[in-house]
Structure formats: C-alpha cells, structure tokens
C-alpha cells in the first residue's frame, strides 16, 4: 500500500486550501462531497490519503476530478434551476485543469 510522505500531506493540504479558495467552497463543501466525518482539514487529507493508498496517485485525481464534477452540477443547478444547465466557463477551465492533470498522471504510469 503506497503512502504520502509528510511532505506531501502537507502539499495535499496546501493544494486544497487553495483550490477550495479558488472555487468559492468551504471544507464543509468538501466534507460533503467526500462524505467525511468531519470537515477539519486533517480528517479531509485523511480522507483522501486512504484513497492514495488504496488507489494510488490516478485513483486520487480522479476523486478529485468528482468532487469537481458534483460542484459543477450543483453549481448548475443552482444557478439554472432543473431545466437547461449551461457550463460556466470558470468551473469547466477548473474541471479542464483537473482532467489535464489526471491525464498527466495516467501517462506517467505508463512509462
């Protein structure tokens, strides 16, 4: 089972503060979408740790990639009502930079 260095927990945990920043959302938004037991940041890098461990580095951008994906939907949502939910450029250039990242890390895998 593959674990994250000290370091990296704590680059995990800086890349969060600032992509929750960046998003508008809270570590309460976050708990939700992980279904976490709590929304202190330690229990959410936990939280994501273990999906390292079981999944690997892949298996974590693309949880991330679905949290992405469930914000944006809620953001429509919201914004649209349930009818026609058009894109929002910000949360698709978001969601573009998170899919671009996940297919870095599948082609490092690959060599």
Do not use: N
Request: with cysteine.
């Amino acid at each position: 089972m593959p674990a994250l260095s000290p370091d990296q927990l704590d680059d995990l945990q800086a890349f969060l503060k600032d992509w929750l920043r960046h998003t508008g959302r809270t570590q309460a938004d976050l708990r939700r979408a992980l279904r976490a037991a709590s929304i202190r940041m330690p229990v959410l890098v936990d939280e994501l740790h273990r999906t390292y461990a079981q999944e690997g580095l892949t298996g974590l951008a693309q949880r991330l990639c679905g949290v992405e994906a469930l914000w944006q939907g809620e953001d429509q949502v919201v914004e649209y009502g349930e009818g026609s939910m058009p894109s929002s450029p910000s949360i698709d250039a978001s969601l573009g930079q998170l899919d671009l990242l996940l297919e870095e890390i599948r082609q490092q895998d690959l060599a």
